[in-house]
């Protein structure tokens, strides 16, 4: 039995393999509250408090790809929960006009909040204010966002925005053609700072591994396993048959750590 197991497995692999080089690639608008708890985990844990040790003053942040705005209002919570003191600002920005302004009104049905597998009834309780059959942001959680159109390929554009602490592109450029994702992952280089995080989760491991080389970002060595997990029932099952799929965890390469590792530091250089 073990020997068919394996089989199928690198077939699995091998399909996977095929996807990825073949697939064309489909802008999709979709999003998730509080998409990947382990994450966050991290973010709260290392990286935010690394920041504040490091002595900055208010803390900027952006997010690319926000869709509707369910990361951003997720970020943002997580943030006004565990540092209540600090002063923080987010800039959101996706390509598509119809889904910003969806994001800067704030209010959702039931369906749209609850369709996170990782959404409790504390993170709603503690986020939103039910009205009949909506549900709204807190006002406390929107005055930290902006939401804005923008297009991380615009190399002109992104050069404008200047430099963040936290910078957010997340299931974005595995939905790009392998040019524009190289492209794209330049564009989000210009938007950091030494010591600042990337959130990375959602791209080619393969291109992963050489751009975070290429632009010297370190990898933030912890809960990696726990994060990958959580983006495999983010984006289901059927992993093999869909460029977007997330394979099982390994740490069989050499460079398991820069392939399943979502958040990057920028280097000291």
């Known amino acids: ?3 068919p197991s394996r089989l199928k497995n690198f077939l699995r692999h091998i399909k996977h393999w095929l996807i990825l080089k ?3 690639r489909k802008n999709r608008v979709y999003t998730q509250f509080y998409r990947f708890p382990h994450q966050y985990r991290a973010l709260v844990e290392k990286v935010v408090p690394k920041l504040i040790e490091s002595g900055r003053g208010p803390m900027n942040i952006v997010v690319f790809g926000c869709c509707s705005g369910a990361e951003p209002i997720s970020l943002a919570a997580v943030l006004r929960k565990n540092f209540p003191e600090l002063d923080f600002h987010i800039s959101a920005y996706d390509i598509v006009p119809e889904v910003i ?3 800067q009104k704030p209010t959702y049905s039931r369906e749209e909040v ?3 597998p990782f959404v ?3 993170f709603v309780r503690e986020n939103f204010v039910v009205e009949g059959e909506r549900f709204r942001v807190k006002p ?8 804005a159109v923008g297009d991380l390929l615009d190399r002109t554009f992104m050069a404008s925005l200047g430099k963040f602490d936290l910078v957010f592109a997340q299931n974005v450029l595995f939905h790009l053609p392998a040019t524009n994702a190289r492209l794209a992952f330049a564009n989000l280089n210009l938007l950091l700072q030494p010591g600042s995080a990337l959130f990375i989760n959602g791209m080619d491991v393969d291109m992963r591994v050489k751009l975070t080389r290429k632009f ?3 990898p933030v060595e912890y809960l990696i396993e726990e994060i990958h997990n959580d983006a495999r029932v983010d984006r289901g099952n059927g992993w093999a048959s869909a460029y977007w799929g997330r394979k099982p965890f390994s740490r069989v390469s050499r460079e398991w ?3 399943h590792c979502t958040i990057y530091s920028k280097a000291q250089i």
């Open 1 to 3: 039995m073990e020997k």
């Open 22 to 24: 073949t697939a064309p």
């Open 101 to 103: 302004e969806r994001a």
């Open 114 to 116: 609850y369709q996170g």
């Open 120 to 122: 409790t009834e504390d």
């Open 140 to 147: 406390e959680i929107m005055a930290t966002i902006t939401f």
């Open 216 to 218: 010297y970002l370190d």
């Open 257 to 259: 750590i820069r392939e």
